[in-house]
């Protein structure tokens, strides 16, 4: 008799979805919308069609439904696909989602929901309908258009950040409260699992699928792929993740393989099977009554998923450097909420955290946003147009300006990858630090110093002043992220600036988040306030040249422990082959040449931008040679400036310069520095005029140790520049200014035939 339910049931969910997607279908409107309609129509709260005998088996058939929906996404993933994205996308992804979520938590605060359905409400409209847009893009025939190129992109970010919040939802659930230990826990077990998918991903199944493809027909590729699909889940489940990540991880393992193309084509008919199974049971949900009676929640949630994503995704995508065209084409696009929003609500359902009315709203409000997408993205040209009459000059100016419908395509730069690449891995590892110096300092230092001093408000200022002090180098060095790269990307094009800016504003908004989880400990106000108030000591960080100096030595000294080995190593060779061409050959000289006879300018005034980063070593006037020219020296039409530095550092100064109609770039060819030093013999450079590279080494009694380059006086007394440093087996080239000497340095100084002679009468260089 169950087999006789179970099958009537499965037989009028399918007959009832079939006739209601077709007529959708005739009226060109989203197929899931059908799915969630026809589910209504059949559920027990329709009184005038058939319904479902037992809706406890329409929920496993759900359940398995989420699991097919989300192994179909993970074939879609692939990290090569991520990173083709860009930072446009991620800027976007990471705007829209993180305002979003603090939007849904505080409209469900206004709304009187309690905090676990207010973090959910947050999750539910954080993300828009990957589903919905791409049907809707190619209904119109958008898909190449680039502003759609750039949501998709955005949309791929999302699904994966999704995927890490149903991880941190699926801990708080379980906890019934926001606890940062646990949630670092989780998300460390989850990091570990990742890292075993990648090598699974990389090096076992691929090889397996790859030896056994001549015995794979299309029924046992379908049985290994869901077999694998559900093997995952099971995994997932045991260490205490959702059945959502499992299988979108085992998706994407098969996404890698040479198979993934067969995989897809056979998986999509159990995926979309399985799939109209799932959003029926989401109709099914909708209580007309309950509907009524919230009639004003959903018409403020739909107001503000609209607006909302509208909003932010203009404000990301301009953010990210794209034009106003492109922005307002792109966020007319992303004012929906779809599939993800169900399983999350889903999620909190089974957990018991949520109310039983905010599942059927939101799916009401996905209804509704769903429909007005087609209707949006058809007008977004007019509404541009009409945005465009009224916009003030000046606005339109400053968007030009900052601006480009190129951006997309410049996101692919190599440049960026690498910058984003970095900003990736530091912000990740200075992450976890920080939260290890929070955790422990709350959990040991904390109780330790209020036994000490007898007082719960003074052990807790003085805890949290020791905690972000320790904290203040570890935000540097996670804000510093490869300055070089940083104004190479700078100079490159001004449309750069937004995203740039955009993506330090975020490093530092994750310090100060973290210097304000300190100090709610000791102040019992707002977070918001708080993390206004951490602003402080990250302008101080930003500002503070010894802390620089601080970090630097830091991050040099974790260089040198890393990697010992090899660099003593690389250090005995080089004493063996007496060459040091680790200078030699990481430091290049170009030259520029000043065409406008107008140009009358101090070095000073010439190099006080904070994109010119390399050093300027002589001018040539004539037949006059200035070597290692001071800051009040001038410049005029007629001098040649060479200047050194690293190759990204006089790449970029190369591409500032080249804007520059009064300053001509005049070699073809940039000269290594010791093709630079062998080369002045022959072009004729007089023996007082030569520039001469040497080494001196610190000994303990040395004045300039424990200061800085920028204050060293080297420069002042010698007329040299530090150009490079050898600590220990550790090479550093082209040194920050901030970088504090240190006994036993080996600096490699730069300058003229009087340099020499200086260092000589001083004791500092032998004859």
């Known amino acids: 008799m169950h087999l006789e339910s179970l099958v009537a049931d499965l037989a009028l969910i399918l007959v009832a979805s079939g006739i209601i997607t077709i007529i959708f279908r005739k009226l060109k409107q989203p197929v899931v919308l059908g799915y969630i309609v026809a589910g209504f129509l059949i559920s027990p709260n329709f009184e005038y069609l058939p319904t479902v005998v037992d809706q406890a088996d329409i929920s496993t058939w759900a359940d398995i439904g989420v699991i097919f929906l989300m192994f179909g996404l993970g074939l879609e993933f692939s990290f090569k696909k991520l990173g083709q994205v860009g930072g446009s996308a991620f800027t976007v992804a990471v705007t829209v989602m993180a305002m979003m979520i603090l939007v849904g938590t505080g409209v469900g605060y206004l709304m009187g929901l309690d905090k676990m359905n207010c973090i959910f409400l947050g999750g539910m409209i954080s993300m828009s309908s990957t589903m919905i847009i791409l049907k809707s893009y190619e209904e119109f025939d958008l898909l190449r258009e680039r502003f759609a190129q750039m949501v998709l992109g955005a949309l791929v970010i999302e699904d994966v950040a999704g995927i890490f919040m149903l991880a941190i939802l699926s801990t708080i659930s379980i906890g019934r409260n926001v606890s940062g230990v646990a949630l670092a826990q989780q998300i460390l077990i989850m990091l570990i699992y990742l890292v075993v998918w990648i090598l699974i991903g990389v090096f076992l199944v691929p090889s397996i699928l790859k030896r056994v493809s001549g015995l794979l027909n299309d029924e046992l590729i379908l049985i290994v792929s869901a077999g694998l699909c559900l093997l995952m889940v099971v995994i997932a489940n045991l260490i205490g993740f959702s059945s959502a990540l499992g299988a979108f991880l085992a998706g994407s393992i098969l996404a890698g393989t040479v198979q993934s193309d067969r995989i897809r084509y056979l998986v999509k008919p159990v995926k979309d099977l399985f799939g109209a199974v799932f959003f029926v049971s989401v109709g099914m949900l909708i209580v007309p009554s309950m509907l009524v009676e919230h009639i004003g929640k959903i018409i403020v949630l739909t107001i503000v998923v609209i607006l909302g994503q509208m909003l932010f995704s203009v404000v990301g995508i301009l953010l990210s450097g794209q034009s106003l065209h492109t ?25 018991g955290v949520i109310s039983d009315f905010l599942y059927p709203i939101i799916v009401c409000v996905s209804v509704i946003t769903a429909f007005a997408t087609p209707i949006f993205i058809k007008n977004s040209e007019k509404a541009y147009k009409f945005i465009d009459r009224k916009l003030p000059d000046k606005a339109k100016k400053a968007l030009r300006k900052n601006t480009s419908e190129s951006q997309t395509r410049d996101a692919l730069d190599k440049d960026w990858n690498q910058y984003i690449r970095n900003i990736c891995i530091r912000t990740g590892a200075c992450s976890s630090i920080l939260f290890l110096f929070y955790w422990a300092g709350i959990r040991y230092l904390m109780p330790q110093v209020r036994d000490a001093v007898g007082s719960a408000f003074a052990g807790n200022a003085i805890s949290a002043g020791i905690i972000i002090l320790l904290m203040l180098p570890v935000i540097n060095v996670m804000f510093d992220s490869n300055a070089t790269l940083f104004y190479k990307l700078w100079v490159k094009h001004r449309t750069n600036h937004l995203p740039l800016i955009t993506m330090r504003a975020l490093r530092a908004l994750i310090g100060a988040c973290f210097i304000a989880l300190v100090l709610r400990k000791i102040f019992h106000i707002p977070f918001v306030i708080l993390v206004l108030i951490a602003a402080i000591p990250i302008i101080f960080i930003i500002r503070s040249a010894w802390l620089n100096g601080v970090t630097i030595a830091m991050e040099k000294r974790f260089i040198a422990n890393f990697s010992e080995r090899t660099l003593d190593k690389a250090k005995k060779d080089r004493a063996g082959s007496k060459s040091y061409r680790w200078l030699d050959e990481s430091l290049y000289v170009v030259e520029f040449e000043i065409t406008d006879p107008d140009f009358y300018k101090t070095i000073y005034d010439f190099t006080k931008r904070r994109d010119f980063i390399v050093t300027i070593i002589r001018i040539i006037r004539k037949d006059e040679y200035v070597n290692m020219p001071s800051a009040n020296e001038y410049i005029q039409y007629g001098d040649v400036l060479q200047m050194i530095g690293t190759w990204d550092e006089v790449d970029a100064c190369t591409i500032l310069l080249e804007k520059d109609e009064a300053i001509t770039y005049t070699e073809s060819d940039d000269r290594t520095l010791k093709d630079f030093m062998y080369g002045q013999r022959f072009e004729g450079v007089p ?54 000497l240190a006994k036993d340095d080996i600096l490699w100084l730069i300058g003229g035939t009087t340099m020499v002679n200086r260092l000589i009468k001083s004791g500092l260089m032998d004859k």
Do not use: H, W, Y
Not at 327 to 351: C, K, N, W
Not at 697 to 715: A, H, T, V
Not at 732 to 737: H, L, M, T
């Open 687 to 740: 023996e007082e005029g030569e520039l001469v590279c040497v080494p001196i080494k610190l000994e303990s009694d040395s004045k300039f140790i424990r200061k800085s380059i920028k204050n060293c006086g080297l420069r002042q007394a010698f007329g040299a520049t530090i150009i490079g440093i050898e600590r220990g087996a550790l090479p550093i080239v082209s040194p920050d200014i901030d970088t504090i």
């Open 327 to 351: 922005a307002i084409r792109g966020g007319f696009s992303m004012v929906q909420i779809g599939e993800f929003s169900f399983i999350v609500a889903t999620l909190g359902m089974s957990f």
